[in-house]
């Protein structure tokens, strides 16, 4: 069976701070890969998506980034935080460009 | 622009009743309508989709209507429990080829009163 695997689950940065968010998934191959952000009392905002490896594609322009270094990797990255780069950020994978999306276990940032 | 609105932030109801939940969508050609389950502090959990062709879903306690018409989804939870109680989600995936979003709502909070 496919799972998908987030770390740090908490995190706490101070501003002009880097950041790395890893996103694995296991049990499938060739996903379509995303990230979304969830601030307090808003929805899900779609960041990246990638349809394969080293191919990305960034929905919000804004400090943060994404790469896929391997088939089954998702990393969000920032070189500086900001405060409004906090909440809580949800890595997610479905096969193909239409379907079901499973989410991980997320990851809570605060910019402190 | 394009639009997702679910009909309001946060719903109330009795134990044993129905809870219904509404998805309307503007500028949307969906391929497919879904929704979603999240509790706090954890990421949404698939519960039904619908695609554009289907009128209805059903899936044990829950259904869902689609009218492409009206560009509403309509989310039925019968029986409701106490457990039901979570933020739910409708999400479109648009048609066309190419098209690898799926775009949230924001959610509306259902709690049920035993």
């Known amino acids: 069976s496919q799972t998908i695997h987030q770390w740090p689950a908490t995190l706490v940065q101070p501003v002009g701070s880097p950041l790395s968010l890893e996103c694995t998934v296991e049990g499938t191959s060739n996903p379509n890969l995303y990230w979304y952000r969830q601030a307090a009392g808003r929805g899900l905002q779609l960041l990246f998506y990638?349809?394969?490896?080293?191919?990305i594609s960034s929905e919000v322009p804004q400090n943060l980034s994404a790469s896929r270094p391997q088939d089954r990797q998702f990393i969000l990255s920032s070189k500086k935080l900001l405060l409004s780069d906090s909440g809580f950020y949800l890595c997610?994978?479905?096969?193909?460009?239409?379907?079901?999306?499973?989410f991980g276990p997320g990851t809570r940032l605060t910019v402190t | 622009s394009q639009k997702i609105e679910q009909n309001s932030e946060a719903l109330n109801i009795q134990e044993g009743k129905t809870a219904t939940l509404t998805c309307n969508y503007t500028n949307y050609s969906p391929a497919y309508l879904q929704w979603y389950r999240q509790d706090p502090g954890r990421g949404p959990v698939f519960l039904l989709l619908?695609?554009?062709?289907?009128k209805e879903k059903r899936k044990e306690r829950l259904k869902v209507t689609f009218d492409t018409t009206l560009k509403q989804s309509l989310f039925h939870i019968t029986a409701s429990q106490p457990a039901d109680s979570a933020t739910y989600l409708c999400a479109l995936d648009p048609s066309g080829a190419g098209s690898y979003q799926l775009t949230f709502g924001k959610g509306t909070k259902l709690s049920v009163i035993p």
């Open positions: 619908i695609r554009e062709n289907e």
């Open positions: 997610a994978w479905r096969q193909g460009d239409r379907g079901t999306l499973y």
């Open positions: 990638s349809v394969g490896i080293g191919q």
